[in-house]
């Protein structure tokens, strides 16, 4: 007589450990929270999945707990060469600590908790299937497509709740020497957990952030292992968090539903579940309709997006904490100095209706931090960027890194701070000017002068001006004497006398006069401490041409 233990053997004849044997390699930890960051390596790093890893690293690292990554590769079909390289580097340039994980030299692996990729970690998820199937909790099912399908649509005519559970199961209820036979005769198969199969019963459970959830309990009898051997999601979580000793899992809402289905399986292995907690799904407002963020339609879906873009890491990671919790933002803004380090997150109190990516607040976040930091720190920070992504600038910042420096800092941290860098991006419009062979390339988009400075007056202008200029006055001295040399040529020193009449212009216009020909642009920061950075020789040249 054929039994369930010999049905076992024969699938797995290699498998000899139990999972008590398997405990015993995987001793339980001392830290009382140990998360985990578990993305899939199919292409770009995913905002979401930075998203959630940045809450399960920030819960556990607030607690001196565990916060490791593994790599879920089981998708073969799927996976991207370079995927995992780009994970770890992103995880790494955003300063999110990994304890564990493939991250060692040439992608080996630091912890004592390993495999930390699931492809490779197959032996594991057979000691627990092969448990199922000798307790009687799992099975092989040999139904193809067209029978699933076929199923389905009978379910759907006669209005029953559509499924692979009961006698819709073709294989639920075979013998085991029917089994055997057809293992022999097949051996391509998938593995089924066996679920109770009554479609009213419902189970209560808690997640951290959304309290008690009531829903319709698991009745299908779900696929755990592949036809390639591989395991699905489903069992995978269950071996990988029961042996690497997650205490809490934090994911995305979409896998709501499935907690029925694990905390099932949890209890066929009379295991211990883990705390969830459920994060809302990352949207974007579009034709003033909610959505979720398109891997395919939105560019701030990759992660990569926001450094080519010239975000700097800790403005995304402070826009993503004013997501995570609404109060975050006036915190920072009490506290400018305080380090996003030293923030807590509450799961208790994350927001779990939606989460909407905002491109203004972005922005508006990131130049706040770019607004606080230091000119040192700004010009670091921006060089790095422009190497990787604008080389050209970057050689243009190594000329002369004071010069540089003096250039970005004007009327920074001051009364007037006009708070100009709201990306990297910013560096280079607010940079080119400085340097004399970027403006001639500037010179074809150069704006017109006003209509009312024709060329002989330009000229008179420019002879006396060039002849008084002085850069060691103040600022307001400065626009006193421009006032006083404009006014000899014909430009009223206020409203008030331009008005009266008999002028060509107000002392405005020779001043965007000197900003267009010393800058090439309408708009640049505070006109004389750009001429006094440029220094009097060169703004004289400038001014001559």
Same mark, same amino acid.
């Given at each position: 007589?054929?039994?369930?233990?010999?049905?076992?053997?024969?699938?797995?004849?290699?498998?000899?450990?139990?999972?008590?044997?398997?405990?015993? /390699?995987?001793?339980?930890?001392?830290?009382?929270?140990?998360? =985990?960051?578990?993305?899939?390596?199919?292409?770009?790093?995913?905002?979401?999945?930075?998203?959630?890893?940045?809450?399960?690293?920030?819960?556990?690292?607030?607690?001196?707990?565990?916060?490791?990554?593994?790599?879920?590769?089981?998708?073969?079909?799927?996976?991207?060469?370079?995927?995992?390289?780009?994970?770890?580097?992103?995880?790494?340039?955003?300063?999110?600590?990994?304890?564990?994980?493939?991250?060692?030299?040439?992608?080996?692996?630091?912890?004592?908790?390993?495999?930390?990729?699931?492809?490779?970690?197959?032996?594991?998820?057979?000691?627990?299937?092969?448990?199922?199937?000798?307790?009687?909790?799992?099975?092989?099912?040999?139904?193809?497509?067209?029978?699933?399908?076929?199923?389905?649509?009978?379910?759907?005519?006669?209005?029953?709740?559509?499924?692979?559970?009961?006698?819709?199961?073709?294989?639920?209820?075979?013998?085991?020497?029917?089994?055997?036979?057809?293992?022999?005769?097949?051996?391509?198969?998938?593995? =089924?957990? =066996?679920?109770?199969?009554?479609?009213?019963?419902?189970?209560?459970?808690?997640?951290?952030?959304?309290?008690?959830?009531?829903?319709?309990?698991?009745?299908?009898?779900?696929?755990?292992?592949?036809?390639?051997?591989?395991?699905?999601?489903?069992?995978?979580?269950?071996?990988?968090?029961?042996?690497?000793?997650?205490?809490?899992?934090?994911?995305?809402?979409?896998?709501?539903?499935?907690?029925?289905?694990? +905390?099932?399986?949890?209890?066929?292995?009379?295991?211990?579940?883990?705390?969830?907690?459920?994060?809302?799904?990352?949207?974007?407002?579009?034709?003033?309709?909610?959505?979720?963020?398109? /891997?395919?339609?939105?560019?701030?879906?990759?992660?990569?997006?926001?450094?080519?873009?010239?975000?700097?890491?800790?403005?995304?990671?402070?826009?993503?904490?004013?997501?995570?919790?609404?109060?975050?933002?006036?915190?920072?803004?009490?506290?400018?100095?305080?380090?996003?380090?030293?923030?807590?997150?509450?799961?208790?109190?994350?927001?779990?209706?939606?989460?909407?990516?905002?491109?203004?607040?972005?922005?508006?976040?990131?130049?706040?931090?770019?607004?606080?930091?230091?000119?040192?720190?700004?010009?670091?920070?921006?060089?790095?960027?422009?190497?990787?992504?604008?080389?050209? +600038?970057?050689?243009?910042?190594?000329?002369?890194?004071?010069?540089?420096?003096?250039?970005?800092?004007?009327?920074?941290?001051?009364?007037?701070?006009?708070?100009?860098?709201?990306?990297?991006?910013?560096?280079?419009?607010?940079?080119?000017?400085?340097?004399?062979?970027?403006?001639?390339?500037?010179?074809?988009?150069?704006?017109?002068?006003?209509?009312?400075?024709?060329?002989?007056?330009?000229?008179?202008?420019?002879?006396?001006?060039?002849?008084?200029?002085? +850069?060691?006055?103040?600022?307001?001295?400065?626009?006193?004497?421009?006032?006083?040399?404009?006014? /000899?040529?014909?430009?009223?020193?206020?409203?008030?006398?331009?008005?009266?009449?008999?002028?060509?212009?107000?002392?405005?216009?020779?001043?965007?006069?000197? =900003?267009?020909?010393?800058?090439?642009?309408?708009?640049?920061?505070? +006109?004389?401490?750009?001429?006094?950075?440029?220094?009097?020789?060169?703004?004289?040249?400038?001014?001559?041409?």
């Amino acid at each position: 007589m054929t039994t369930r233990t010999d049905i076992a053997n024969m699938i797995f004849p290699n498998v000899t450990e139990t999972i008590a044997d398997l405990q015993s /390699k995987y001793p339980a930890r001392s830290e009382s929270v140990v998360t =985990r960051v578990a993305p899939s390596p199919t292409g770009f790093m995913h905002l979401g999945n930075f998203y959630s890893g940045l809450i399960a690293n920030k819960f556990a690292t607030q607690d001196n707990g565990i916060f490791f990554i593994r790599i879920e590769d089981t998708d073969q079909k799927r996976l991207t060469e370079w995927a995992v390289d780009l994970i770890l580097k992103i995880f790494g340039q955003y300063d999110l600590k990994i304890s564990e994980g493939p991250i060692g030299q040439n992608g080996s692996d630091i912890g004592n908790y390993g495999p930390y990729t699931q492809s490779q970690r197959k032996d594991l998820y057979e000691v627990f299937v092969k448990h199922l199937i000798q307790q009687g909790l799992a099975y092989p099912c040999w139904m193809s497509e067209s029978e699933i399908e076929s199923t389905r649509e009978q379910q759907m005519k006669l209005k029953i709740t559509p499924g692979i559970y009961g006698n819709y199961s073709l294989w639920r209820n075979k013998t085991p020497e029917e089994i055997a036979s057809k293992i022999q005769e097949n051996p391509n198969f998938v593995i =089924r957990f =066996r679920s109770h199969w009554d479609i009213t019963k419902r189970v209560v459970f808690e997640d951290m952030s959304r309290g008690k959830v009531s829903m319709i309990d698991n009745y299908n009898d779900i696929v755990v292992i592949k036809s390639d051997g591989l395991p699905t999601y489903h069992l995978a979580h269950i071996a990988d968090d029961t042996l690497m000793r997650t205490t809490h899992v934090i994911r995305g809402e979409e896998w709501l539903t499935s907690v029925p289905l694990h +905390l099932q399986l949890f209890g066929a292995f009379d295991l211990p579940a883990p705390k969830y907690c459920h994060i809302a799904p990352l949207l974007k407002t579009e034709d003033g309709n909610k959505r979720k963020l398109s /891997k395919r339609k939105d560019p701030e879906a990759n992660m990569e997006y926001f450094a080519q873009s010239g975000f700097a890491r800790q403005g995304v990671i402070e826009y993503l904490l004013t997501i995570i919790d609404s109060s975050f933002e006036d915190r920072q803004k009490s506290n400018p100095d305080k380090n996003y380090h030293d923030y807590k997150i509450n799961l208790e109190k994350l927001n779990t209706s939606w989460a909407l990516v905002d491109p203004i607040k972005l922005q508006s976040v990131n130049n706040n931090y770019l607004s606080r930091i230091s000119t040192e720190d700004l010009y670091n920070q921006s060089l790095e960027w422009a190497q990787e992504y604008r080389p050209s +600038l970057a050689e243009i910042m190594l000329r002369d890194p004071e010069y540089t420096k003096a250039a970005l800092g004007i009327e920074r941290h001051t009364e007037k701070d006009p708070k100009r860098f709201t990306t990297y991006q910013d560096i280079e419009t607010q940079l080119m000017f400085f340097f004399d062979d970027q403006r001639e390339n500037l010179q074809a988009t150069k704006p017109a002068l006003p209509e009312n400075l024709t060329s002989e007056i330009v000229s008179k202008f420019v002879a006396e001006y060039t002849q008084n200029i002085n +850069l060691t006055m103040t600022p307001e001295d400065w626009f006193a004497q421009l006032k006083e040399i404009g006014k /000899k040529h014909g430009f009223a020193t206020n409203n008030a006398e331009f008005k009266e009449g008999g002028y060509i212009g107000k002392t405005g216009d020779l001043a965007m006069f000197l =900003r267009i020909q010393l800058c090439c642009a309408s708009r640049t920061p505070d +006109l004389y401490s750009v001429m006094k950075i440029l220094g009097k020789e060169r703004v004289i040249t400038r001014l001559n041409k």
